[in-house]
């Protein structure tokens, strides 16, 4: 991709989200796919999955289009762009099963477009499965680079070591190129692995509007999110040792969580819903 391919972009940002190891519940790349559409955004360019996917590993799908005529759908990455209406900044969104092969380069042709495009502010998403009760808000936690002088709210610091992700990959990259970025992973219950998990796609969006004080549209994830929790007290009711369980957990993060903390929260939220009125989007 060259320079004259992409259209002029005010002052973007770019966010990313890999499918599989990176994304528990689908809460990751589901603000993404969440975005994408609520946006209407356009594909701006596709990589080759040729270069990057193992297809036993991540398999091509047959899909059938209006007239039943199979459509073979490949394991493409995709970068979208984004102009938000009533936004100041446009977005190149990156969606992507996480590769197979070659990561540093697949990161160097991501982070060359993001260049190519003007993008000042990158943050990637993630999921984890963690011992986090369902009936609590999900936790959020991640960093951002020396380079970033932004903070994010009530981002609950990560001390985690051990194997990464391309996620972790793709932020490291960017650090080394000079790219102010950051790295924002939800905690999903483990024992409500299924996905999607629209209460922590939304604890990711939250995060997101914390770190760069924008708006972000909810469109019906605030429905979802009041559904899986309807869904989630069913199974608790029908199984006692998952209640037993997740009262332990209440107990646990109740008893790590300060009284100012809750009340912070609740002042975040606050001027979310503020930046959303003042955009003209307050779903």
């Known amino acids: 991709m060259t320079f004259d391919e992409i259209p002029p972009l005010r002052n973007p940002w770019m966010l990313a989200a890999f499918e599989g190891w990176n994304d528990a519940a689908d809460a990751a790349s589901g603000a993404v796919a969440h975005l994408v559409d609520e946006w209407d955004a356009e594909v701006l360019t596709e990589l080759d999955p040729e270069e990057y996917y193992d297809f036993q590993v991540n398999r091509p799908v047959l899909r059938r289009d209006e007239d039943e005529n199979g459509v073979l759908v490949w394991p493409t990455p995709t970068i979208y762009v984004a102009r938000p209406r009533g936004a100041e900044r446009d977005v190149l969104l ?19 477009v993001a260049s190519l495009a003007g993008v000042t502010d990158i943050i990637s998403l993630g999921a984890l499965l963690a011992d986090t009760p369902h009936t609590r808000p999900v936790p959020v936690s991640g ?9 994010v709210p009530g981002l609950e610091t990560t001390h985690y070591a051990g194997p990464v992700g391309i996620s972790s990959v793709l932020i490291e990259e960017a650090t080394k190129l000079g790219f102010p970025a950051a790295s924002l992973w939800a905690a999903v219950p483990h024992y409500l692995a299924e996905p999607p998990c629209p209460k922590a796609t939304l604890a990711l969006l939250g995060a997101v509007e914390d770190a760069l004080s924008i708006p972000l549209p909810q469109g019906v994830l605030d429905e979802l999110s009041d559904a899986w929790q309807r869904g989630a007290e069913e199974v608790m009711e029908d199984d006692e040792e998952i209640a037993e369980y997740v009262k332990a957990l209440e107990s646990e993060r109740d008893t790590s969580d300060l009284p100012e903390a809750s009340g912070d929260a609740i ?11 003042q955009s003209g989007d307050d779903r």
């Open 143 to 151: 960093s951002t680079n020396g380079l970033s002088k932004r903070s």
């Open 94 to 112: 990156l969606r992507a099963s996480e590769p197979n092969y070659k990561w540093r380069g697949f990161c160097s042709t991501i982070l060359g």
């Open 267 to 277: 002042a975040r939220e606050f001027e979310r819903y503020l930046r959303r009125r």
